[in-house]
């Protein structure tokens, strides 16, 4: 089975600075996706970014980017000129490619990130 | 982009009473949709795995008697909580994807308050 985590439960940052928040992941498979979401409070579950597995340039959308390492089952989302609509529970996810069951979002348990004006 | 909806987004019931909460893809068909459960400051739990036509899929420990999922049509999954208790307040949350390999969409949401 997969596994997601997020280590970092919190985090904070000014406006206009840069953050990183950290995701690992476990599986076995060789193929997969890996996604970011956004979760402000309205509790609408945004997509941020995603990353397919077998590509090995990092995705970027806008100021998001992501540091993707496969061999280390690492992916960081980097957030450059933080704003404070930026404010928001963020999800690493992950999701295979077998079958139906590779249909299924498996999350990590969330950061809550501040952007303080 | 593709819109899912959900509805009620926020209800009230009393304890004992059965709840339906009706998620629609609005834009595009869908075989397959996702219900998932959270938790106050807590990340996305899946229930189960909607299929159109044929019984849901329960992950392990969710029970199906209380927990009903109807995939009726292309457009259309309802999960329907039974016999309602205050501990299964929470939020639900559907999501759905228009073709094999295509994002994910997710709903509104619905918050459940079970009195």
């Known amino acids: 089975a997969q596994t997601v985590t997020q280590s970092q439960p919190e985090m904070s940052v000014q406006e206009a600075e840069t953050v990183t928040l950290s995701c690992t992941y476990d599986t076995s498979e060789s193929n997969y996706y890996l996604f970011w979401y956004k979760q402000p409070p309205s509790r609408q579950m945004i997509l941020v970014i995603r990353?397919?597995?077998?590509?090995?340039q990092n995705a970027t959308e806008n100021r998001f980017s992501v540091n993707f390492q496969k061999a280390a089952k690492s992916f960081s989302l980097k957030i450059s000129d933080s704003q404070l609509g930026d404010t928001a529970m963020y999800f690493c996810a992950f999701r295979g490619r077998r079958g139906t069951s590779g249909s299924r979002l498996t999350f990590g348990e969330g950061t809550q990130l501040t952007v303080n004006p | 982009g593709a819109v899912v909806s959900q509805h009620p987004s926020w209800v009230i019931c009393k304890s004992g009473t059965s709840v339906k909460i009706e998620c629609r893809s609005l834009?595009?068909?869908?075989?397959?949709m996702f219900w998932y459960r959270q938790f106050p400051k807590q990340s996305l739990m899946l229930m189960a795995t909607?299929?159109?036509?044929?019984?849901?899929?329960?992950e392990q420990g969710v029970e199906k008697d209380k927990f009903l999922i109807n995939h009726a049509s292309l457009t259309l999954s309802t999960l329907t909580v039974t016999s309602a208790h205050p501990e299964d307040s929470s939020f639900y949350i559907c999501?759905?994807?228009?073709?094999?390999?295509?994002?994910?969409?997710f709903g509104e949401g619905s918050r459940l308050t079970v009195l």
């Open positions: 834009d595009f068909q869908a075989t397959t």
């Open positions: 990353q397919e597995a077998y590509k090995q």
């Open positions: 999501s759905a994807r228009p073709s094999g390999e295509g994002e994910l969409f």
């Open positions: 909607s299929n159109e036509g044929s019984k849901a899929t329960y």
